[in-house]
């Protein structure tokens, strides 16, 4: 089955087909962080959702080139420079740096570029494209010296986010005079600059001011990937007016499709409401790692729904996070106890041995609830052999190659071995003893205290086993 995506586009689940497909080759772009402030977790399932996307590409054999854009000139950053009285790039660079860390944190593997908006080189290009749209007549400078977008000229305006635009005209209740455009939707391209800019300007055919921020991705998009991009990915709240003005200004410059694949995100809520950083309801990954959880245990609350379906944030998400990711270790632990102890290497796989049922779930618009339902039924069948001690070596290494292979798309693997702590150690040693002697009464009562400090004992043919506890 070939892989299938839902494009925002058509609102349809469709074939994947790139444009250049013998090459295997694929140009993806990522809207990135504003970097007025550190990015919260709502932005991060985004991210997260996108590298998901690329590693399920590269597991089925795709080269994915792929650009996350950094805007780092902006309304917001414009504020928040004048604010804390510190240059514009001073003020950006420590949430640049801090992004870099939180998504290194979650494991995000890092896009081929990182271009910034403020670059000379895209700025220039921004300029150039905003001359080619004035001289097709897409654009005008109004009196206000900004530049606009004139959508009324461009045919397709609207048809990403399926919005009609002779309805954005009947409402007219705001008055174009205010704005100085000629039509209530047109955006700016360039903005004039004015005193709250303080020194944060360039010099441009209309004028000293700054791109729009619409403008940043499409120059920066097509410098870098061409004038055609297979994927452009973001979250739910970009589609309107964001990517919605990249297709106006780059077809509007290259009069080619520019997108083939448009794939969106739902959004991550706090008790039902976007998490957002106008809404104060947010948390970032150092808020998260505070209460004591892991960067692994993040990733996975994030990673674990179906990009398309809303989730909600709540700490007992991570709780249950952390349980399932503790269920993986383990059985991980147990498959690799099996071939440590075998007395011959098996050559032969005795019992069923992994599916491609997990890659062929995320072939399906990233199925990745499915494909995690698939890995935890696993887990239960094997770990049931593992307990009647039928699970042979080559079995499990079979399925030890097998995570090996759909970890690349995961990436949660504990880093570092499971350490048992000396006194839980201690408990079970004194247990052992006990149960030499048939003081099961004794074993019991240590049992409970193991348990107690959150670990288990198994009694195997080959002795005791310990695990955290719930995590078979
Ligand atoms: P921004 O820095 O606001 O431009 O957002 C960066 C990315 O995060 C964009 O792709 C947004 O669509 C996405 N985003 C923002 N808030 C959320 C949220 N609560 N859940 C998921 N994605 C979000
Ligand atoms: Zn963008």
Request: charged share 35%; no cysteine; hydrophobic share 35%.
């Given at each position: 089955m070939p892989l299938r995506f839902f494009n925002t586009y058509s609102r349809g689940v469709e074939e994947f087909e790139p444009r250049d497909p013998s090459a295997r080759h694929i140009c993806m772009y990522t809207c990135g962080p504003?970097?007025?402030s550190r990015a919260h977790i709502g932005n991060f399932r985004a991210y997260i959702f996108e590298d998901l996307l690329q590693r399920h590409l590269e597991l089925r054999g795709y080269k994915v080139h792929r650009v996350m854009n950094i805007t780092d000139v902006d309304d917001k950053t414009i504020r928040g420079t004048g604010e804390a009285g510190i240059p514009l790039r001073k003020f950006t660079e420590q949430f640049k740096q801090a992004f870099f860390e939180d998504a290194d944190t979650l494991r995000i593997k890092r896009a081929n570029e990182y271009p910034a908006a403020t670059d000379q080189r895209y700025i220039d290009r921004m300029i150039e494209m905003i001359s080619t749209l004035i001289s097709k007549g897409l654009a005008y400078q109004a009196e206000d010296k900004s530049v606009y977008y004139?959508?009324?000229?461009?045919?397709?305006?609207g048809k990403l986010a399926h919005f009609d635009l002779s309805q954005l005209q009947s409402t007219?209740?705001?008055?174009h005079d205010e704005y100085d455009?000629?039509?209530?939707?047109d955006f700016a391209l360039w903005k004039a600059w004015d005193e709250?800019?303080?020194?944060?300007k360039w010099d441009s055919p209309w004028g000293p001011g700054r791109p729009g921020w619409h403008i940043e991705c499409s120059a920066m998009s097509t410098a870098l990937?061409?004038?055609?991009?297979?994927i452009h990915c973001g979250g739910v709240?970009?589609?309107?007016?964001h990517h919605e003005a990249e297709i106006a200004q780059s077809e509007g410059v290259t009069?080619?499709?520019?997108?083939?694949y448009w794939l969106h995100c739902a959004h991550l809520l706090v008790d039902g409401q976007k998490m957002a950083k106008s809404l104060g309801n947010f948390y970032t990954v150092p808020d998260v790692l505070a209460k004591g959880y892991t960067g692994r245990e993040l990733r996975y609350a994030l990673l674990r729904?179906?990009?398309r379906v809303p989730l909600n944030f709540t700490w007992d998400g991570m709780n249950e996070a952390r349980e399932s990711l503790g269920r993986i270790d383990e059985w991980l632990a147990r498959l690799r106890e099996v071939v440590g102890s075998a007395r011959r290497a098996d050559r032969t796989p005795r019992r069923g041995v992994p599916t491609s049922k997990f890659e062929e779930a995320l072939d399906d618009d990233l199925n990745i609830s499915a494909a995690l339902g698939f890995l935890f039924e696993s887990i239960r069948e094997t770990n049931r052999a593992m307990d009647q001690n039928e699970m042979d070596a080559a079995t499990a290494n079979a399925w030890l190659d097998w995570w090996k292979r759909i970890n690349t798309v995961?990436?949660?693997?504990?880093?570092?071995e499971i350490i048992v702590p000396p006194e839980v150690m201690q408990l079970a040693k004194e247990r052992e003893n006990a149960r030499r002697e048939k003081k099961w009464k004794r074993s019991d009562e240590l049992r409970e205290q193991i348990s107690v400090l959150g670990w288990e004992v198994r009694d195997t043919k080959d002795g005791a086993k310990i695990t955290r506890r719930g995590a078979a």
């Open positions: 504003t970097v007025y004139r959508i009324n000229k461009f045919p397709n305006y007219g209740r705001v008055k455009k000629e039509h209530i939707g709250e800019d303080g020194d944060v990937l061409g004038d055609q991009l297979d709240d970009n589609i309107f007016p009069e080619k499709k520019f997108v083939r729904v179906h990009y995961l990436d949660l693997e504990a880093e570092f």
